[in-house]
């Protein structure tokens, strides 16, 4: 007889770990996580409380500062022998009409919010959460990449954990 599958109930090691209630799961873009970790010297490098689930990237929850959700944490994206340096810290989720306004940290003035993304809509999602649809880079978010995105280019959409 084979050997069954693993479930995340069964092994969570087999799929990662699993998101804290309130924390913001967000892959940010496939295709650049690939990118990043194919490179010789490419590294994601997750740091205060960040894990990396089956889904993406989990920030764990920090509050609420009014109408927007505070998550912490970071993630850095390196490689080009150092020319490539993108950190994304600190994110937070603001309503705006249907969707959210998705913040970072700057990282060269850490009292300054940077503009990384837009939602255009907002749905229910397992367990009480929220996912977000239509995703997409702004202008501000594009300059952190020095060129290969600009703004309004797709990205993956990011999820609240109920």
Do not use: C, Q
């Not at 306004?101 to 990384?116: K, W």
């Not at 255009?120 to 995703?135: C, H, S, V």
């Amino acid at each position: 007889m084979p050997d069954p599958v693993p479930t995340p109930a069964d092994d969570a090691t087999a799929f990662g770990p699993s998101a804290p209630p309130g924390s913001l799961v967000w892959r940010i873009k496939e295709s650049l996580i690939a990118y990043v970790r194919g490179m010789s010297d490419g590294e994601v490098l997750l740091d205060d409380g960040v894990v990396e689930t089956a889904e993406g990237f989990a920030f764990p929850p920090r509050g609420l500062d009014g109408d927007t959700l505070r998550f912490g944490g970071v993630v850095t994206f390196e490689g080009h022998n150092g020319m490539m340096h993108v950190e994304l810290s600190e994110p937070s989720l603001t309503p705006v009409g249907d969707g959210w306004r998705v913040e970072f940290s700057d990282p060269d003035a850490p009292t300054v919010r940077l503009h990384f993304a837009d939602v255009a809509a907002i749905e229910e999602a397992d367990a009480g959460g929220r996912r977000g649809l239509g995703t997409t880079l702004t202008a501000d978010g594009a300059d952190l990449f020095f060129g290969p995105y600009e703004a309004g280019t797709p990205l993956d959409d990011p999820r609240v954990v109920g």
